[in-house]
């Protein structure tokens, strides 16, 4: 039968963490005890004061639109955000806010990707970043890292990834999947290849950045002579507990910000305005208001890395930020376990799912075939009994 879809939509993939999380529910509907370690998203309530003020805006009837690029004293409140946390003066007309980071991220690539621009993903990479470049009619290219440079990459593969038909970075610091974050000496490092080539533009997703266990976060923005061609993209789903909530931002040079806001206005104009006016009272206050949820993030680390050491085949390092682990399982490759061969991370993961009854994500889908990403956003009693299915299933 003819298609009569687009090429665009019939070359796009599906988000592999919203298929395997589809998968698990299927699953859990036809009765079976599937624990789900596959979806990036705290199991943490939402603050309490965050709440209050979504309630206070339904009562002073923010019911309007709202304005396309955000409102204004929302842009102040991050303003100040990016200066109190990352030292980056923003000034309001720099900064639109957006229907999650995931929205965020497909304004910068649609206005500033012409078809048959490269873009540069270290890989592994979080699982849209791909196909959002080639919506936009850019073309990925993959920098390969693996588990012995804690998937970081370095100066050196960035040099070398580099041609005339560049035009972007993306990266994500703390990484999802892998948790990787890149310190600010090793960002300068970057930041001195890119130096020599004054027209690439680097998309910094800092949208884990209170998840992190190092002394401190580091932006690409603060290196010396990147702040004029770098897209600072945050949101508060992760660190506030506040997915469903779908609000993203950037802060950006003035005439990208004002191109998103122009392209974003065709698109979906501004963002839900309740959640706005809760996103206020989540960024005026201190990070010590949530600074719970990072400690009880750090305990399930330590626990899910000394569990998985355990079990013969697993190879882990240690990330410091985000909430993932992204082990490399390439030692089941050929093997057969309960009579399936394992021929890669996409198998693998199936095989968890269907005999262990546990949810986790093919490495395939963030770039690196050797590993599956597991996500510690669950309770130590899940953690520990779905470490435990793994064990018993290989």
């Not at 999380?21 to 004061?49: H, M, Q, T, V, Y």
């Not at 507990?241 to 005439?255: K, L, N, S």
């Amino acid at each position: 039968m003819k298609s009569y879809l687009s090429d665009r939509i019939n070359g796009m993939s599906t988000s592999a963490t919203l298929a395997m999380a589809a998968k698990a529910r299927e699953l859990r509907n036809e009765g079976k005890d599937i624990i789900g370690l596959s979806l990036g998203e705290p199991d943490f309530n939402i603050p309490d004061f965050i709440k209050e003020a979504a309630k206070e805006a339904i009562d002073q009837n923010y019911s309007s639109y709202s304005p396309v690029d955000g409102y204004a004293d929302l842009k102040n409140a991050i303003a100040q955000k990016f200066q109190r946390d990352n030292a980056l003066e923003y000034t309001p007309a720099q900064i639109v806010v957006s229907t999650g980071a995931k929205q965020s991220l497909a304004n910068v690539a649609m206005v500033l990707l012409n078809p048959g621009d490269e873009v540069i993903l270290p890989a592994p990479y979080w699982v849209s970043y791909r196909d959002i470049v080639k919506l936009a009619g850019g073309i990925p290219v993959e920098v390969p890292t693996d588990i012995a440079s804690d998937f970081k990459m370095t100066p050196e593969q960035l040099r070398t990834a580099i041609t005339p038909k560049t035009k972007m970075i993306w990266y994500s610091s703390p990484c999802n999947p892998s948790g990787s974050v890149y310190s600010r000496e090793e960002l300068a490092g970057l930041g001195e290849v890119l130096r020599e080539h004054p027209g690439i533009f680097v998309v910094s997703d800092e949208i884990y950045e209170h998840i992190n266990f190092r002394s401190e976060h580091a932006s690409i923005a603060a290196v010396d002579g990147m702040y004029d061609r770098t897209i600072t993209v945050n949101g508060v789903s992760k660190a506030f507990a506040m997915t469903g909530w779908r609000i993203g931002y950037i802060g950006a040079p003035e005439w990208i910000a004002r191109a998103c806001t122009k392209f974003q206005g065709q698109i979906t104009s501004g963002a839900n305005a309740i959640a706005q006016r809760a996103t206020i009272a989540a960024l005026q206050a201190p990070v010590s208001r949530i600074q719970f949820m990072i400690d009880e993030f750090l305990q399930r680390r330590d626990l899910i890395l000394k569990l998985l050491s355990e079990i013969k085949g697993f190879r882990v390092n240690v990330p410091e930020g985000a909430f993932y682990v992204f082990p490399d399982i390439s030692a089941f490759f050929g093997k057969e376990l309960r009579g399936r061969t394992i021929a890669n991370a996409s198998d693998f993961a199936l095989y968890l799912l269907e005999e262990a009854n546990v949810a986790t994500v093919t490495g395939d889908a963030f770039g690196n075939p050797n590993c599956i990403r597991i996500s510690y956003a669950a309770s130590e009693k899940e953690i520990r009994e779905a470490v435990r299915r793994i064990a018993e299933v290989v």
